[in-house]
């Protein structure tokens, strides 16, 4: 069996990447970071999210599923970020 990741898996992570990305910066803010802020902030939630379904033995079947922790830890990690962050309507 071969574990490599093809192209199209790449591709499918990016797209649900993006997606999730985009959909939790909606959620937090209420407007998204642009494609590659989404794409990047989606990726990262999606590998904390997976972190964290492993940290607390949920398993995880179909995209749906994959989808929403992806979600869940993108707006873990733009909640944190943005905590940190002054926004630019606080320094008016």
Same mark, same amino acid.
């Given at each position: @069996?071969?574990?490599?990741?093809? *192209?199209?898996?790449?591709?499918? +992570? *990016?797209?649900?990447?993006?997606?999730?990305?985009? &959909?939790?910066?909606?959620?937090?803010? /209420?407007?998204?970071?642009? &494609?590659?802020?989404?794409?990047?902030?989606?990726?990262?939630?999606?590998?904390?999210?997976?972190?964290?379904?492993?940290? +607390?033995?949920?398993?995880?079947?179909?995209?749906?599923?994959?989808? /929403? @922790?992806? &979600?869940?830890?993108?707006? &873990?990690?733009?909640?944190? +970020?943005?905590? +940190?962050?002054?926004?630019?309507?606080?320094?008016?």
């Amino acid at each position: @069996m071969d574990n490599s990741m093809q *192209l199209h898996d790449l591709v499918w +992570f *990016l797209i649900t990447g993006g997606l999730a990305g985009w &959909i939790a910066s909606v959620l937090v803010e /209420g407007s998204g970071l642009g &494609i590659l802020g989404d794409v990047v902030v989606g990726v990262a939630g999606a590998l904390l999210g997976g972190y964290c379904a492993y940290w +607390f033995q949920i398993t995880l079947i179909g995209y749906w599923e994959v989808l /929403g @922790m992806s &979600i869940l830890g993108a707006v &873990i990690l733009l909640s944190i +970020f943005r905590a +940190f962050t002054p926004s630019p309507k606080s320094q008016s």
